[in-house]
């Protein structure tokens, strides 16, 4: 059974960092692309950030380029995101999502639970 | 960006009616397109992959749809589990882009 648990959301003040962690299991790890999408309180989805299954190509949203940071671990089958200068509008639910095939960033078939970030003073 | 236009943003319905929503796509996708259901306080999951295609396990009282920029979501017999947020969602270009979500309720 594949299985997507997240970690590490919390509140933070503005300008602060997060990372966010995501443990794989019920699947080889390591033959997926990977992604993050968030879910602002009351609102719709928003794709934040994919990476292929080596971590050799990253991509991601205009919101958090520049900020957001996505990585892997295939040898502990865990995705990451490290968060920086955070602001009021990156508070959300974050979800990470595996891609259903080889290739990046296309059909999310695969979710975990999410995990909540404010961003609050 | 490809812009997602989902509608009607939310929809009150009776148990075994058939309820339909469209997306639209603001260029080619091709069939690009799938289809999340959401419920309340829940993650997201796949109910329609490639605009058309069932996902494993979902019930066949649920399909889907069209190519190129217009595409339908249809559930033929509408069932009290069925309340619920649903999302199309392109990946013919990077961002991958959301509709804005179907509210679907039960009359």
């Known amino acids: 059974e594949v299985q997507l648990v997240e970690s590490g959301g919390a509140l933070v003040q503005p300008g602060g960092s997060l990372r966010l962690s995501c443990a794989a299991s019920?699947?080889?790890?390591?033959?997926?692309?990977m992604n993050w999408v968030r879910q602002a309180p009351g609102k719709g989805l928003e794709w934040v950030s994919a990476i292929s299954d080596d971590g050799g190509s990253t991509y991601y949203a205009d919101s958090v380029k520049g900020r957001f940071t996505i990585s892997r671990d295939n040898s502990r089958d865990t995705l990451y995101l490290q968060m920086n200068s955070l602001r009021a509008d990156d508070t959300a639910v974050y979800y990470c999502?595996?891609?259903?095939?080889?290739?990046?960033?296309?059909?999310?078939?695969?979710w975990g639970q999410g995990t909540l970030v404010t961003v609050s003073s | 960006d490809i812009q997602m236009t989902q509608s009607p943003s939310s929809l009150s319905a009776s148990v075994g009616d058939r309820v339909t929503i469209t997306c639209q796509a603001s260029q080619d996708i091709s069939n690009f397109l799938n289809w999340y259901q959401q419920k309340p306080g829940k993650a997201p999951s796949l109910l329609i992959y490639?605009?058309?295609n069932l996902e494993t396990g979902v019930p066949s009282r649920f399909s889907g749809s069209g190519s190129g920029t217009d595409f339908s979501f249809t559930i033929s017999s509408l069932q009290p589990e069925d309340v619920a947020t649903y999302y199309c969602?392109?990946?013919?270009?990077?961002?991958?882009?959301f509709g804005g979500g179907t509210k679907m309720e039960i009359k």
């Open positions: 019920g699947f080889t790890f390591s033959s997926y692309a």
């Open positions: 969602q392109q990946y013919d270009n990077l961002p991958l882009t």
């Open positions: 490639d605009a058309s």
């Open positions: 999502a595996k891609d259903a095939v080889v290739l990046i960033a296309t059909t999310l078939d695969y």
